[in-house]
Antibody, heavy 117, light 111 residues
Framework: QVQLQQPGAELVRPGASVKLSCKASGYSFTSYWMNWVKQRPGQGLEWIGMIHPSDSETRLNQKFKDKATLTVDKSSSTAYMQLSSPTSEDSAVYYC??????????WGQGTTLTVSS | DIVLTQSPASLAVSLGQRATISCRASESVDSYGNSFMHWYQQKPGQPPKLLIY???NLESGIPARFSGSGSRTDFTLTINPVEADDVATYYCQQSNEDPFTFGSGTKLEIK
């Protein structure tokens, strides 16, 4: 079955970059877009961007253009999102979600990122 | 960016009754004969789950109690009849225009 495995939690100091991972299994990794979605505590969902693993074509929400970098490693079927210079505003749950171009079929359990010194 | 306004923000429905959630887009999300509006269910501590894609298509494995309708700027998610397991927050999402955006959510409770 389709699985998107994400670490449950990450702790990072303010200003230090962090790279979140999402390991896919149970489907053809290079056939579907991988999206990243942010959810702050008690808040709604915010789309960060997406990457197509076949050629690393990326679509990024301009709000995150200076914050997030999306990459993939096809050899390990893993998608990554690097967040630069994190602040308390970046503390949130980050989900990876795969799917066709426009909707998201499968979601990881999410990584809770805490930015704290 | 396309703004999605969901209403109501919360609703309480009796078991076995109908729940109706509205999502209004600030501009049309229709293109190429499709409505690029989708619905998700999120329970506490869990990731969202796709219910309906492209306005009215039921995702595989989702009970037929869930249905979606609408076009252009006005969309509706209907749950009929409501069951106890439906307690959750529901989100609409558009993908007609970059950046993709979500509604603010509707919290469903049992009366």
């Amino acid at each position: 079955q389709v699985q998107l495995q994400q670490p449950g939690a990450e702790l990072v100091r303010p200003g230090a970059s962090v790279k979140l991972s999402c390991k896919a299994s149970g489907y053809s990794f290079t056939s579907y877009w991988m999206n990243w979605v942010k959810q702050r505590p008690g808040q709604g969902l915010e789309w960060i961007g997406m990457i197509h693993p076949s050629d690393s074509e990326t679509r990024l929400n301009q709000k995150f253009k200076d914050k997030a970098t999306l990459t993939v490693d096809k050899s390990s079927s893993t998608a990554y999102m690097q967040l630069s210079s994190p602040t308390s505003e970046d503390s949130a749950v980050y989900y990876c979600a795969s799917g066709r171009y426009d909707y998201f079929d499968y979601w990881g359990q999410g990584t809770t990122l805490t930015v704290s010194s | 960016d396309i703004v999605l306004t969901q209403s109501p923000a919360s609703l309480a429905v009796s078991l076995g009754q109908r729940a109706t959630i509205s999502c209004r887009a600030s501009e049309s999300v229709d293109s190429y004969g499709n409505s690029f509006m989708h619905w998700y269910q999120q329970k506490p501590g869990q990731p969202p789950k796709l219910l309906i894609y492209r306005a009215s298509n039921l995702e595989s494995g989702i009970p037929a109690r869930f249905s979606g309708s609408g076009s252009r700027t006005d969309f509706t998610l209907t749950i009929n009849p409501v069951e106890a397991d439906d307690v959750a927050t529901y989100y609409c999402q558009q993908s007609n225009e970059d950046p993709f955006t979500f509604g603010s959510g509707t919290k469903l409770e049992i009366k």
